[in-house]
C-alpha cells in the first residue's frame, strides 16, 4: 500500500476550505488538465456523506473511470472518499481541516493499492505516485486559490 500525505496552509475558515474540497464543480476545474469530468451520481454542487460521484479522465494517454463514495462526514473537520469501482485494488483519500488563527490547515492522506502484483507496484514506483502527487498538488493550489479569493 502506498500512502501520500499532503499539508495546505489556506488563509480562509474552515467552513470555506471545507466545502470547497467537497464540491464536484471546483474538482472538476482543478481536474482540468486530465479533462476530469464528473459523469454519474453527483456531478455538481456539494457531496455529502454516503452519496457517490463517478468520474472520468484522461490518465496516461487512456480515458479511465473512478466511482468513489462519501464513507464518512463530521462537519467541518473531515470527510473521506473511497473508491467502490476503478482501476485500483483499493483507494481511500482522507480530507482532514483545522483551524489555526486565520489560516486552515488542509490535510490529504491517500492510501491506494496498485493490482497486477509485481508489475503494479513497479508502475506505481516509476510513474503513479509521481502523478498522484501533482495531481493532489494541482488540486490544492486551485482549491486554495478559490477559497482565498471568497474569504
Known sequence: MTTIN????IIASKQIVFDNSRNIDIHQQSASPTDEKAIDGVTSGLINLNETV?????????????????????????????MEEGKFKSFKHEHF???????????????YETPFGIFGKLFDVLFLKRHLVSFLLERNKVLKEISERNN
Not at 61 to 78: E, V
Not at 97 to 111: A, G, P, S, V
Open 6 to 9: 499532503l499539508t495546505t496552509k
Open 97 to 111: 481541516f483545522e483551524e489555526e488563527n486565520e489560516f486552515t490547515i488542509m490535510k490529504d492522506k491517500l492510501q
Open 54 to 82: 463517478t468520474w472520468r479522465g484522461k490518465h496516461f494517454g487512456f480515458y479511465l473511470t473512478h466511482k468513489s463514495r462519501i464513507t464518512a462526514m463530521n462537519f467541518y473537520d473531515y470527510f473521506v472518499d473511497e
